[in-house]
């Protein structure tokens, strides 16, 4: 029988919810400008509904890694994607600051478990020397849903008021659900793919399946593989939602867009990074199948992609919206690819039962950054916009960007063990539950 291909497909349903995840996530920062007008938010206050997500995010990721572990993905995946298209689709229906913050809690604490889960199923459908690319292509979701946001949503805001854009970009969740429901099973048990392709998915998985003891948070805490995923997390996802969260707004003050004319720089942005996710997966995927060490294949990719964000510490001298979108794009789609390659190493470094932990963990680092720096950048941009002058604090945070990517890749080289995978056989007997 010729070897199927069906993993691809279960990549691709991985995509989808990523895309929809990134799509809802959108929708506020992309109606900021006009929601702040009726609603009169200040930075200040924006930012507190963009913390209050973050936090709720960061919670829920410690939470949803480890139910993942625990019950698999199908069950732990679906649950949490029919909890955010609630919360997407509840935010058409508040009126006030509070209202927005309940829903933003909402939609964080449910939204948080879509890495754990994706991360996961693909350590249990593809072999290692795929998983990079997977990776890539399932994050690139992400960037198409930032695409898919500036183009979608001031459309329909314009065209049915800003509560339509809410409910239509929520209700795409429920639809993922049933193709969800129908084709997602362990490869093992699914009846789709041929006995090649999963003898070629469980190539060099000795010694990585999900039969052993589970680990429990402290112990995994005292490896140093742990600390290298959650550190590189820790300092570079919080760049990553103040792109998401701010570039409308930086759009807004530098060049004078309104919400009609926002979308085209933002679309141009976050098209590159889909290709930076995908292209900064495979060529650590090609290294590895030309003979690289794993270990040395992905810190070399991110080393690069690292570098590549450096420039954007420049954009107090580009005067051009074009050429600072060029700048932008650069950036994004090298943190794009720096992303793919960072939850890679989780399945580099330890067995399939604990990548949704690990992601989890890592992830909650991630988002306590993203949950702190949002409190420093609005106090920043309002200060310098009382000064009358709210750009110079887009300098300061684009030089904080630049710097942020060389530095996570110093420390983690600088903590992780030179062994790419974790030995959990050497742990002491109370650190297994």
Not at 87 to 98: F, I, M, P, W, Y
Not at 213 to 238: C, E, H
Not at 353 to 360: K, T
Request: proline share 4%.
């Amino acid at each position: 029988m010729d070897r199927t291909r069906f993993r691809w497909r279960i990549c691709a349903l991985l995509f989808f919810a990523t895309t929809i995840n990134y799509l809802d996530r959108q929708v506020l920062g992309l109606l900021k400008p006009e929601l702040a007008m009726r609603f009169n938010w200040t930075e200040t206050e924006y930012s507190y509904m963009v913390v209050v997500f973050t936090a709720c995010y960061a919670i829920g990721l410690i939470l949803s890694g480890k139910l993942v572990d625990k019950y698999g993905v199908k069950l732990g995946y679906g649950i949490c994607v029919l909890v955010w298209s609630i919360a997407a689709c509840g935010h058409s229906l508040v009126r006030n600051t509070l209202g927005f913050s309940f829903m933003r809690a909402l939609l964080g604490l449910a939204e948080s478990g879509n890495f754990p889960a994706a991360v996961k199923a693909v350590s249990e459908w593809f072999p290692r020397r795929e998983q990079a690319l997977a990776v890539g292509i399932l994050t690139s979701g992400t960037s198409i849903g930032a695409v898919a946001a500036p183009a979608l949503v001031p459309w329909l805001a314009a065209s049915y008021g800003w509560q339509a854009a809410f409910l239509v970009t929520g209700l795409t969740g429920f639809v993922w659900l049933g193709f969800w429901y129908l084709m997602y099973y362990a490869p093992q048990k699914h009846k789709a793919i041929s006995v090649e392709e999963l003898k070629y998915i469980n190539e060099n998985r000795a010694g990585d399946d999900d039969k052993g003891p589970s680990v429990n948070w402290i112990s995994l805490l005292k490896i140093r593989p742990t600390w290298a995923f959650v550190m590189g997390k820790l300092l570079t996802d919080p760049i990553w939602w103040f792109m998401l969260f701010w570039l409308p707004s930086y759009f807004s003050s530098r060049y004078h867009l309104d919400l009609k004319n926002l979308g085209l720089p933002l679309v141009v942005v976050y098209v590159a990074t889909s290709i930076g996710s995908i292209s900064g997966g495979w060529l650590s995927s090609r290294l590895i199948a030309r003979g690289w060490d794993v270990t040395r294949a992905r810190q070399i990719t991110m080393l690069g992609l690292a570098f590549l964000v450096v420039p954007i510490a420049f954009s107090p001298w580009i005067d051009n919206m074009w050429a600072m979108v060029g700048l932008l794009s650069l950036a994004a789609a090298a943190h794009q690819g720096w992303s793919a390659n960072l939850f890679t190493t989780a399945s580099d470094m330890f067995p399939k039962r604990l990548v949704g932990s690990i992601v989890g963990m890592g992830g909650m680092a991630g988002a306590i950054g993203g949950t702190v720096f949002p409190l420093f950048v609005g106090a920043l941009l309002d200060h310098f916009k009382a000064l009358g002058n709210v750009n110079a604090g887009y300098n300061i945070l684009f030089a904080i960007c630049g710097s942020a990517y060389v530095i996570a890749w110093t420390i983690m080289r600088l903590i992780r063990s030179s062994n790419p995978r974790t030995d959990l056989g050497s742990m002491p007997a109370d650190s297994v539950t």
